[in-house]
């Protein structure tokens, strides 16, 4: 993997960022609207990202693109966390997946910030410009059914039942726990002393298995959660084999 330094530095966009509402009772995110899955590839220690996390924030706040339902995840790369500040949040499992998506998409290397909109186009985080084009895109695609229902939050624990439409030969249903809402305090590195603030970060990503061509998925899942206190999201998503194109995706937010 390679630990590319991303853009030219934005440290004039420090400090904007969108104060998300608290919520107050679990809510269900159900619409009619085409769901497009828009994944961020950033990092706490890259000085670009912070201008790509607000806007992550404020697609999904305002959803700006008519009859297209804008779910996202916030994805941490670990490839930064030795170069003066360990971002908390971070993983290796999403340097593995956004290398996957580096090789497919025929990149030269992996960088930050970066979108994957529907796991079909890539654009730079933190232009609005190209990702709107590549919303637009991905949302006059037909998408399968998907559905997350009885959300339960007990005992440390955040269980739903997952159900889809018939599935293509090959396709892998996932499910990610997102934080609602994240902030941190930076004390060295490139962001050192910025409070940073993220949207639906991602704690863990699994994925549920694969249907035999022709026929639907259904299965319960059960995640542990890291606090009683916290407010989370569930996401839901198809994806073709070989970490393709998404088929169809949902989003349930999980109130504390």
């Not at 030219?8 to 966009?13: N, R």
């Not at 998300?20 to 220690?45: D, H, K, M, Y």
């Not at 863990?204 to 989370?232: I, P, T």
């Amino acid at each position: 993997m390679s630990q590319l330094r991303s853009f030219a530095v934005a440290a004039a966009f420090f400090g904007v960022f969108i104060s998300l509402p608290a919520l107050t009772a679990a809510q269900t995110t159900q619409t009619n609207r085409t769901p497009v899955l828009v994944e961020l590839f950033t990092s706490e220690g890259c000085s670009s990202c912070p201008p790509a996390d607000a806007l992550l924030a404020k697609l999904d706040q305002t959803q700006p693109i008519n009859g297209a339902d804008i779910i996202v995840l916030g994805e941490h790369v670990d490839y930064w966390d030795d170069l003066g500040w360990k971002d908390s949040f971070s993983s290796h499992a999403f340097t593995v997946r956004q290398g996957v998506y580096a090789d497919r998409l025929h990149l030269a290397s992996p960088y930050t910030p970066q979108m994957v909109v529907d796991g079909a186009y890539e654009v730079l985080g933190s232009d609005r410009g190209r990702g709107i084009q590549a919303f637009e895109k991905a949302s006059a695609l037909p998408k399968i059914s998907l559905k997350i229902s009885t959300v339960k939050f007990e005992a440390g624990k955040i269980g739903a039942h997952v159900a889809t439409g018939t599935l293509p030969s090959g396709a892998e249903v996932f499910i990610a726990l997102a934080l609602e809402h994240a902030q941190s305090q930076v004390l060295r590195g490139e962001n050192g002393g910025h409070r940073l603030e993220h949207v639906s970060v991602v704690q863990n990503l699994l994925s549920l298995g694969k249907a035999a061509k022709g026929q639907a998925f259904s299965k319960d899942v059960n995640l542990a959660a890291s606090s009683q206190q916290q407010s989370y999201r569930l996401i839901a998503f198809v994806q073709e084999p070989n970490q393709g194109r998404i088929l169809g995706a949902a989003m349930e937010r999980v109130a504390k």
